[in-house]
């Protein structure tokens, strides 16, 4: 698979895109699709959970990430900051969602809402204090990578495991 994006990308369905990430991510990762938990004693249901297959390369040996899907056509033409900020808002509560049989993860959102630009680099931040960020297609040398803060490479579809390699990525509380 090319790092780039499919050039049909904002004409792509939640469904299509979805199983060309998890085509790309299953060389590496175990994917458990839909999963239930719940947030507040309200039942929700995340798109994805990911785990990777060499735990061995990881600082956190039982790291897992969850995935959120959301359509690029939602976003090709008219950007909306309701639909924007409903998504991320979705990724905040998946972050203190209790998913069957996981503990609390970091969530990503694909594909990436926000551009990486001076005045977006401190809203990832913010959203990574949070625990989200986002996997997106990179760059030509990354390819798709989980992406913290803007650009801070949790593991990349050419490279592998990168700060994953030294960082837990564990759930903060209060002072951080």
């Avoid at 990762?29 to 060499?54: H, Q, W």
């Avoid at 992406?147 to 759930?171: A, P, R, T």
Wanted: hydrophobic residues 35%; glycine residues 6%; contains cysteine.
């Amino acid at each position: 698979m090319n790092y780039e994006k499919p050039k049909n990308f904002y004409n792509l369905s939640e469904d299509e895109l979805k199983k060309i990430i998890f085509d790309i991510l299953g060389k590496n990762f175990f994917i458990m699709k839909e999963v239930t938990g719940y947030f507040l004693n309200k039942k929700v249901r995340i798109d994805a959970i990911i785990k990777p297959k060499k735990q061995n390369e990881w600082a956190n040996k039982n790291i897992e990430f969850g995935i959120e899907f959301k359509s690029p056509k939602l976003f090709a033409e008219n950007i909306q900051l309701n639909k924007i900020t409903k998504s991320i808002a979705q990724c905040v509560d998946y972050t203190y969602t209790k998913f069957d049989g996981h503990n609390y993860l970091r969530i990503f959102l694909c594909p990436s809402l926000l551009p990486l630009n001076t005045e977006n680099i401190y809203f990832k931040h913010f959203l990574a204090q949070l625990g989200v960020g986002e996997l997106s297609f990179y760059s030509k040398y990354h390819g798709l990578a989980l992406i913290l803060n803007g650009n801070d490479i949790i593991w990349s579809q050419y490279h592998g495991v990168k700060k994953g390699k030294y960082q837990k990525f564990l759930k903060r509380i209060g002072s951080r």
